[in-house]
């Protein structure tokens, strides 16, 4: 009896020893195939991503020093899962532990944001399908019940379940969720939007940036639940705060208060440390050449604030810094490469040197959608008129070698930081529906696969965003509606190429026969669209006002956009109210020609309308005018 009791102390022991070296290691979900360098890329760009502030404890060890991880893109043909083995996105079973349960507890603990942050945002189909299902404890949703205590090590197979004894060691921090695949795709956002309309491009864009140094919170936190980046930016010769880019904490002029320099690098500092995916680019300012000071800055001003300011900001949060704003017209060019030749001229300057070396993107804007126009403006890294153009604007300056500025500009990638298809043409500008058209190819054959496929496919291209996903201006270049709703571009910017997307104005649609009018309003059929438009709404001959009435039926009260079909030779203004609201006016842009003429074409854009109750409303345009009469009606519609 006592040897037996003697052995069988000795075998537990030795069962004991020999668990604890096995669960000693972290355990790696099995790789069934090796990563792409797509996937290779996203993981080696997600080290530097930062662990959000909820999740940060005094354990967590940064992933940007770890040195256990092996380089990724070290191959092994003795071992070929060694890749995946070192891949963040595998390491998801936390260290000392290898069971499902208690990794499943530790992240329902996490709730319900944080587990989707960390599984269901990686933007890959096989992990999402392994990975969340399997490690990330779904824990019940699984089809494989039999094996849920069953783990297998891609070294030694199967190995044993662990006692389900609670674990006393300390935490271990899980980093945030990596960096999508990167896409080229760029969201920008104003003061406006609401997250119901950025959620349509959470699986699409991998970046944005609002003209402004930090994210706004919900921005903010949207972002990184997502895996999306942020891209701060100094837009004007100004810091401005995170919940309004209008208003400003300090100037770079004598203006009080004045920014230090300090200011400069904290206010971007503060922006790095906000996010769970650490900003890796700082844009410099916008459009400069547009308006004469003090609105815009003059290439000599700009130079000296970017050496005194801008530079120094990036190189202190070692960012890479991204061009002020060009364009490739005249103008737009001129003030960047004055732009250049001035900061070239300072940087000897003993007190803020200016570098164009440290400049390692170039900023553009662009607003054609013709692929064969992209194809010649901005072509590939040696061949494009843009740079051709550049390289000719700076030539020898400084006395390089006529090759230096050639050079210079053909070794830095592009982004699109602001394009759309409206000013191709411009009477009238193309609305929701026929951008949508050019963007996903169903022009191809005038306009070729469309700007988003051309972009995607030029390696010198890097990033773009579209202006804008919402803004009050009245102009039809928008992804979203106010309340959410993708507009026909929106649609199409989620599915570039596409020909079957859907480019038809949204909304219930009442046409002009469905109003009721008053004064000398009047129902009339347009000689150069061939439909019935109404006209003569406002102050007709400046004497009788005449007013168009649409009976609307909504299913809630609420704000609701309105698309609105319209044709006018000039640009004109007309009120629109919401039952006894007061009037408020809108602009209406050129469309370029009357009803009379021939090749008059209309044009829709959307407004925004407030105060609508359930049921029938009112929407009466022409009210209290005390201008001439607005634009010729055509049609317009709700969107639901």
């Known amino acids: 009896m006592k040897k037996w009791f003697l052995q069988t102390i000795f075998i537990r022991i030795l069962s004991v020893v020999l668990f604890a070296s096995t669960t000693s290691t972290s355990i790696l979900r099995p790789c069934e195939g090796r990563p792409t360098s797509i996937e290779r890329d996203a993981v080696t760009d997600s080290t530097d991503a930062r662990p959000s502030a909820n999740e940060t404890d005094t354990d967590t060890t940064d992933t ?29 079973s936390r260290p000392g532990t290898n069971s499902k349960e208690v990794w499943c507890k ?3 603990d996490r709730g319900v944001l944080h587990r989707n942050r960390l599984c269901n945002s990686w933007n890959n189909e096989r992990l999402v399908k392994e990975a969340c299902p399997d490690s990330c404890g779904l824990c019940g949703d699984n089809n494989d019940n039999d094996n849920d205590n069953v783990f297998h090590d891609d070294v030694d197979g199967i190995i044993p379940p662990p006692s389900m004894s609670p674990i006393h060691e300390p935490e271990v921090d899980i980093p945030p969720p990596p960096p999508r695949v990167m896409t080229k795709q760029g969201l920008i956002l104003g003061l406006h939007e609401r997250e119901a309309s950025v959620d349509h491009f959470k699986d699409s ?18 972002a990184d639940a997502h895996g999306i980046e942020y891209v701060p930016m100094i837009t004007k010769g100004y810091l401005t705060r995170p919940e309004s880019w209008r208003d400003i904490s300090c100037y770079f002029n004598s203006t009080w208060p ?17 996010r769970a995916i650490a900003p890796k680019f700082l844009i410099g300012f916008n459009e400069m050449y547009n308006n004469p000071p003090p609105i815009d800055l003059t290439p000599e001003v700009a130079a000296f604030y970017w050496g005194k300011y801008v530079q120094p900001a990036a190189i202190a949060n070692k960012l890479i810094l991204v061009s002020p704003t060009t364009a490739h017209s005249q103008k737009g060019m001129a003030w960047y490469t004055t732009f250049l030749k001035r900061c070239y001229d300072n940087r000897n300057d003993p007190q803020y040197p200016c570098d164009v070396e440290v400049i390692q993107r170039l900023a553009v804007h662009e607003y054609e959608c013709t692929s064969s126009v992209w194809d010649t403006s901005y072509g590939t890294w040696s061949s494009s008129n843009i740079i051709t153009n550049l390289s000719n604007s700076m030539g020898t300056y400084g006395g390089k070698d006529k090759n230096y500025w050639s050079s210079y500009f053909q070794n830095r990638a592009l982004w699109v930081t602001e394009m759309n298809c409206y000013w191709e043409s411009e009477a009238p500008h193309l609305d929701s529906r026929e951008q949508c058209l050019r963007i996903t190819g169903q022009k191809w054959q005038t306009y070729g696969s469309g700007p988003l496929v051309k972009i995607n496919s030029m390696e010198n291209i890097e990033r773009y965003a ?17 309340g959410g709703q993708l507009t026909p571009i929106g649609r199409g910017y989620t599915s570039p190429g596409d020909p079957s997307v859907n480019c038809e104005i949204p909304g219930v649609k009442y046409y002009a026969k469905d109003a009721s009018l008053t004064g000398p309003a009047e129902l009339f059929t347009c000689f150069g669209t061939g439909t019935e438009m109404i006209r003569y709404a406002g102050l007709y001959q400046n004497k009788v006002e005449g007013t168009i009435s649409f009976s609307v039926d909504v299913p809630s009260s609420g704000n609701y956009a309105i698309n609105v079909s319209y044709l006018t030779r000039t640009t004109r203004k007309l009120t629109v109210a919401v039952n006894s609201s007061t009037p408020k006016y809108f602009r209406f842009r050129q469309t ?3 009803c009379f003429e021939d090749g008059a074409v209309s044009t829709a854009v959307p407004i925004e309308l407030k105060g609508l109750t359930k049921g029938t409303n009112l929407i009466t345009f022409g009210d209290q005018m005390k201008e001439k009469e607005g634009p010729i009606i055509e049609w317009i519609s709700i969107v639901l």
Do not use: M
Not at 259 to 267: F, L
Not at 467 to 482: R, V
């Open 592 to 594: 370029g020609k009357w």
């Open 106 to 108: 530790w992240l329902d």
């Open 64 to 92: 940007t020093n770890t040195t256990d991880t092996t380089d990724t893109t070290n191959t092994d043909t003795d071992n070929p899962n060694k890749e995946c083995r070192n891949d963040w996105t595998y390491r998801i």
């Open 205 to 222: 864009a991998s970046w944005f940036y609002n003209y402004g140094q930090r994210a706004s919170k919900w921005q903010g936190e949207w």
């Open 258 to 274: 004045t920014c230090t320099q300090q200011d400069v690098i904290d206010t971007i500092r503060t922006s790095i440390g906000e």
């Open 466 to 482: 579209w202006w804008d996903t919402w803004h009050p201006e009245i102009k039809p270049n928008y992804l979203t509606y106010l």
